[in-house]
């Protein structure tokens, strides 16, 4: 069946690092792929998304590059800020799926000064 | 540039109580749903709303009704609360298509004793 996988957290950062957040996916069809945030307290906000292969999704540093060889859609950001610290999820949507969203558990990012 | 709004903010009931959370959106979507919220669990969606006059279950529909009183509205019923039933409870509202993202409300937060 559809599904999503995020790596699990929480993942704990210094100030200025490196981020990745892996998604990988499982689809029959074509899906749109999509990362959203939720900080402490929120709704849950999109933060970047996909339609096609090769498409690359940035928003507010943060970037996602579809791959359909990998099915994947990985969420980078060069150098985070302690304000990133929220949980982020990984999602997908197609017409095969009746458009309901196949999510992610979410991965809780902790980002320390 | 209200989006999404959902009422009450918390509540808390007794077993065996019943209440409605109110959903509102103001950005003329066909789709609309209700997700609910627990630690460690991700999103789980309860019913949704393809189009106005049309309402399907989700992954955990059991406990709950809805109604889809026009295109803006779609609210969520408790009949009998039951402590499994506490929770942060999300509405969201979208476009039917792959490419829409879901708007989220910020959420009701809801203790059953």
């Known amino acids: 069946g559809n599904s999503v996988t995020q790596m699990e957290g929480p993942v704990t950062l210094s100030e200025e690092a490196f981020l990745t957040i892996n998604c990988t996916y499982t689809a029959t069809g074509y899906p749109s792929l999509f990362w959203y945030v939720q900080y402490p307290g929120e709704g849950l906000q999109l933060l970047l998304k996909?339609?096609?292969a090769d498409d690359k999704g940035s928003n507010k540093g943060f970037e996602a590059t579809y791959r359909k060889e990998t099915t994947s859609f990985h969420l980078e950001k060069g150098s985070v800020q302690v304000s990133d610290s929220a949980v982020y999820f990984c999602?997908?949507?197609?017409?095969?799926?009746?458009?309901?969203?196949?999510w992610g558990a979410g991965t809780k990012l902790i980002i320390k000064p | 540039n209200a989006g999404v709004t959902q009422t009450p903010k918390f509540q808390v009931l007794k077993t065996g109580q019943s209440m409605t959370l109110q959903c509102a959106q103001d950005m003329n979507h066909n789709s609309m749903y209700w997700y609910r919220q627990d630690p460690g669990m991700g999103l789980r969606l309860i019913y949704y709303?393809?189009?106005?006059?049309?309402?399907d279950k989700g992954e955990v529909p059991n406990g709950y009704n809805v109604s889809r009183l026009n295109k803006r509205e779609f609210s969520l019923r408790l009949e009998s609360a039951a402590p499994s039933q506490t929770s942060v409870y999300f509405c969201a509202s979208s476009n039917r298509d792959s490419n829409s993202p879901l708007h989220f409300g910020n959420g009701t937060r809801l203790t059953v004793t």
């Open positions: 996909a339609t096609k």
């Open positions: 709303s393809a189009s106005e006059g049309t309402t």
């Open positions: 999602a997908l949507r197609f017409e095969d799926s009746n458009y309901q969203l196949i």
